[in-house]
């Protein structure tokens, strides 16, 4: 593996199933990030993760929850998927949460919840 | 919050110049970004800036003024493999990332 992987690459999902997006990097980045990004709106914040064991809420976390049980994995949990979560979700990480870092981003999961 | 401006969409000729540019509001100020994102693929770090001026890197050079809330990413050159979405991204001061909603750039022959 180099760099970020998520998976699955793309899912169909009925309403009200559980669903659990993927992502792992092997950079050992402290620093994890959940966004969603839909049309005309840009990439928004969903969770972040600071450091391994801690996790926090970024603009739009309502219907989804992360944990960060080590430094590779941060997956994203929606609980009972909606029709509005419908959207292309990107995993990325950077070395720290500092002003300089850059963050890195997974090739994206393409969710449709029906 | 944050609020962060940049135009939808933007066309130019193989060999010239665009520019492209981001307003910005932002609660705190801790650096700007700007990353390129290809049709279906994820977005890919072009440039940063957190003190005013230009940043230069090869074809593309960004600007910061950051009393006037103001950035742009100068794209010259165009070559059709620049057709892409442009994202303006600001960190504000608890770290975090918001993103305009990007501008499409069509580079036409």
């Known amino acids: 593996i180099a760099g970020i992987t998520q998976a699955p690459t793309s899912q169909i999902l009925a309403a009200g199933r559980r669903m659990t997006l993927r992502c792992t990097q092997d950079m050992r980045h402290n620093a994890m990030y959940w966004y969603r990004q839909d049309l005309g709106l840009g990439l928004r914040l969903i969770h972040y993760?600071?450091?391994?064991?801690?996790?926090g809420k970024g603009e739009v976390p309502d219907g989804y929850s992360v944990s960060r049980a080590n430094t590779d994995d941060f997956p994203l949990t929606l609980a009972s998927a909606v029709p509005s979560q419908t959207s292309v979700y990107f995993c990325?990480?950077?070395?720290?949460?500092?002003?300089?870092?850059?963050?890195?981003f997974g090739p994206g999961t393409r969710l449709l919840v029906l | 919050g944050q609020n962060i401006d940049q135009p939808t969409e933007m066309t130019a000729t193989e060999g010239a110049i665009v520019q492209i540019n981001c307003t910005y509001q932002t609660s705190g100020f801790n650096g700007l970004f700007w990353y390129q994102q290809h049709a279906g693929e994820a977005p890919t770090f072009l440039s940063y800036n957190v003190l005013d001026g230009l940043e230069e890197k090869g074809r593309f050079s960004s600007f910061l003024s950051r009393s006037k809330g103001y950035s742009y990413l100068l794209l010259k050159e165009l070559q059709m493999k620049d057709s892409a979405s442009y994202l303006c991204a600001v960190r504000d001061r608890d770290y975090k990332l918001s993103f305009g909603a990007g501008t499409t750039v069509t580079v036409r022959a």
């Open positions: 993760s600071n450091t391994a064991g801690t996790t």
């Open positions: 990325a990480s950077s070395p720290t949460q500092g002003a300089g870092e850059t963050q890195y």
